[in-house]
């Protein structure tokens, strides 16, 4: 689930150059100083396949796990190597926080047997090699923490993805919280966040060896600070969870308890994922506690600045429908475009829509109600009169098990027809608007409509033939003393 608060427009009268340079810098260390790492780490374990190192580490790293009862871990272990899956061995060893304290500190390989100094020459440059990588060199381990990495891992990320949705959601939420804190306290904030994200990380994933980057961590303060800063006031929200994505608007900081109970569930209950959830929480809270701190410490506070009127809500609307119809879920589109046509009769994209997917059904209510709101579209409606007889052609073919037309809408689509120059059409339903209501008040003055209809595509004979109709059904009427006049 991913809930991300939305601000206004940036300013670009003043702007927000913070977050872009953080975004620039973020940005210049991935494509540039960790572009080698990849490099690096294969190195670095081309260096290991050729050394003595893992005829030495790994037999007796087996040998641990046997010793501390970790016989399943062992067993594991023992078939990887069987399999000759060393490198997955030695990823499991590597990340043994207890097992690598005791191999540094010496009481693994032993001074003074055969084979340590060796081991240790060879482990030392393992390490120089593994080291020698940004990522890892600056990258928080719990187990082995520095001040260097409590800064850098948020300057760092695993893949163009991760770096591309972390720049993403700090520009949306970061310039707004510049734009009320100030571009130096804007930058304090952000680095102590990150700070905050490591302490946590620190905090409950101790023992863990596998750095952690990414600066997930400070954007999830920012975003704190974002919600904190608007209180109770009302903003915008987009949210996604799985395939469907919406807007919402509420109070904003009771969506701050959200995300730190959804952080916590995702930790207790993601087991194995790479995601680190604490880093998150530890950003959230500290973002928070900033803020907290700010509006009760700072003499000079700016309010966050008023969120622009709500966008129009109808093309998510249509995006989320079409999110379903690409998963396939069609009925639930169907459904949806309903009520959205429903609540936009005139809107010829909407009514559209509607009818397409419902026409893949023609047999259902859906259909024959896509059409009638396509027929009762105004006269003045710009493009309604080729869609409502391109509909009425296509209806009349494949509705299901025959049309449904009232005695109202014959007479709309008599006259709609007619007025576009369908007389065709519109003669033949004049047919069957007599059959089903002879005595209907307006069908002489819809017969007269046709007439002319006839007369002005230039087919006299159908003009006449119409009128004579007129004459001989409604011999008494206005329309038929009125013929006459048709053509003059």
């Known amino acids: 689930m991913l809930i991300i608060p939305v601000g206004r427009r940036p300013d670009w009268r003043n702007p927000p150059l913070i977050t872009l340079l953080l975004i620039l810098l973020n940005c210049l260390i991935f494509f540039g100083l960790q572009s080698g790492d990849e490099k690096r780490d294969v190195a670095a374990l081309s260096y290991y396949a050729e050394s003595d190192l893992g005829t030495i580490e790994l037999p007796r790293y ?172 009302k903003i915008r929200f987009f949210y996604w969870v799985l395939v469907y994505f919406d807007f919402f608007r509420a109070p904003a900081i009771v969506i701050l308890p959200m995300w730190i109970l959804n952080e916590l569930y995702q930790y207790l209950f993601s087991h194995g994922s790479p995601v680190n959830y604490m880093a998150h929480l530890g950003g959230f809270i500290t973002g928070a506690l900033l803020i907290a701190a700010y509006r009760k410490f700072s003499k000079t506070q700016s309010a966050a600045p008023e969120q622009e009127e709500p966008a129009d809500p109808l093309p998510g609307e249509l995006a989320r429908i079409d999110t379903l119809l690409n998963t396939l879920r069609i009925d639930e589109a169907r459904r949806a475009l309903r009520r959205l046509a429903d609540a936009h009769p005139h809107d010829l994209l909407v009514l559209g829509r509607f009818y397409k997917v419902a026409r893949n059904a023609p047999s259902e209510d859906d259909y024959h109600h896509a059409a009638a709101l396509i027929f009762a579209l105004p006269d003045t409606h710009p493009g309604g009169t080729e869609l409502i007889h391109q509909t009425f052609v296509e209806y009349l073919r494949l509705a299901k098990p025959t049309v449904r037309f009232s005695v109202p809408q014959l007479i709309l689509l008599i006259r709609r027809l007619a007025r576009g120059g369908h007389a065709d059409d519109a003669e033949r339903l004049s047919r069957v608007l007599a059959r089903r209501a002879p005595e209907e008040r307006q069908l002489p003055d819809l017969l007269l409509l046709i007439a002319e209809a006839f007369w002005r595509t230039g087919n006299s004979t159908m003009r006449d033939a119409t009128l004579n109709r007129l004459q001989t059904e409604f011999p008494d009427s206005e329309a038929a003393r009125n013929a006459s006049l048709v053509g003059q």
């Open 62 to 233: 087996i040998e641990f796990l046997e010793q501390n009862h970790r016989n399943g871990d062992a067993m594991e272990a023992s078939t990887a190597l069987e399999q000759d899956n060393w490198p997955l061995v030695l990823m499991v060893m590597e990340a043994d926080t207890a097992f690598m304290k005791r191999l540094r500190a010496g009481k693994i390989v032993l001074a003074g047997t055969e084979d340590y100094a060796l081991w240790r020459q060879q482990r030392d440059e393992f390490d120089r090699l593994r080291r020698s990588g940004l990522t890892n060199r600056l990258g928080f381990r719990p187990a082995e923490p520095t001040l260097a990495s409590l800064i850098g891992h948020m300057f760092l990320h695993g893949s163009f993805d991760h770096l591309l949705g972390n720049m993403a959601i700090l520009f949306i939420v970061g310039y707004l919280v510049e734009e009320t804190l100030g571009k130096r306290r804007y930058l304090a904030f952000y680095l102590l966040a990150g700070i905050g994200a490591a302490g946590f990380d620190l905090v409950f994933n101790a023992d863990r060896m596998i750095p952690g980057i990414g600066a997930s961590g400070a954007i999830s303060g920012v975003m704190a600070m974002f919600v904190a800063l608007y209180g109770m006031r």
